[in-house]
C-alpha cells in the first residue's frame, strides 16, 4: 500500500519510546511532521494527517494506561480543528502521568519555533535589554521539555532537518544508516551504549 512506511514507522516509534522510557529515559522526541512536509503531495499530506489525527484519538489510550505524559510540539497553523482538539485532548488526559514523556512534534520547524518565540516576546512587550537565553527558552514550544541529550538521526543522512535547533546546542549526535521503521531495541540499546561512553564538554 502506498505510505505504508508512514504507518510502519509510527508502529515502531511507539516500540521504540516506549522501550526507552522503561529504560529510565524521562523524555523521547519524536519529528513526525515537519513544516516543510507541506511540500509533499497533496495525496501524501493527507493519508499522513489522517493517521496524526487516529495516533491523537486512538493511540493516548495506549500511552495513558503505561503512565507515559504525551505533549505535542508545532504550529497549529494548517493543522484541521479535529487534530488540534484531539491532541489537547490527549495532552488532558495524559498530564499527570509519571512514567515519562513522549513529545510528538508536529508541524514542527526547529528555525519555526525561535521565530514564533521571538513573536510573543515582542507582542509581550519585553524590553531588548530583558533578553536573555533563559527567557527565549521560556518561550518555545512545550518550554518544561530540557534540552536534548542526544538527538539520533536514522536513514544515513547527517544533518538536524530543522530539528530541536534551540535544544541541540550541546546534544550528542548519533548518525545510524537505518531507516527508521528497521530500527530496533537493540539499536537502541547500542545507542545507549555509545552515549554513556561519551564525554559531555558543554563547550568548555
Not at 118 to 124: E, M, T, W, Y
Not at 168 to 186: C, D, G, R
Request: glycine share 6%.
Amino acid at each position: 500500500m502506498l505510505y505504508e512506511g508512514h504507518k510502519k514507522g509510527y508502529e515502531n516509534l511507539k516500540t521504540i519510546a516506549t522501550a526507552a522510557l522503561k529504560r529510565g529515559i524521562k523524555y523521547v522526541s519524536a519529528y513526525v511532521f515537519s513544516t516543510e512536509n507541506w511540500n509533499r503531495s497533496e495525496e501524501e499530506v493527507k493519508y499522513l494527517m489522517n493517521l496524526l489525527l487516529w495516533i491523537a484519538k486512538n493511540e493516548v489510550n495506549l500511552y495513558h494506561e503505561n503512565d507515559i505524559k504525551v505533549c505535542f510540539a508545532g504550529s497549529q497553523q494548517r493543522l484541521s480543528k479535529n487534530i488540534i482538539k484531539a491532541m489537547k485532548n490527549a495532552e488532558a488526559k495524559t498530564k499527570n502521568n509519571n512514567g515519562g514523556t513522549l513529545l510528538i512534534c508536529l508541524n514542527y520547524g526547529g528555525q519555526q519555533e525561535i521565530a514564533d518565540a521571538v513573536k510573543q516576546i515582542i507582542k509581550d512587550g519585553v524590553k531588548p535589554a530583558q533578553i536573555t537565553p533563559d527567557l527565549i527558552r521560556q518561550y518555545l514550544y512545550v518550554p518544561d521539555i530540557p534540552p536534548a541529550d542526544l538527538i539520533i538521526r536514522t536513514s544515513g543522512e547527517q544533518r538536524l532537518s530543522n530539528f530541536m535547533l534551540w535544544r541541540a546546542a550541546y546534544s550528542e549526535l548519533l548518525f545510524v544508516n537505518k531507516y527508521w521503521p528497521a530500527f530496533t531495541e537493540s539499536d537502541l540499546d547500542s545507542a545507549l551504549e555509545v552515549y554513556s561512553q561519551r564525554q559531555r564538554r558543554f563547550g568548555v
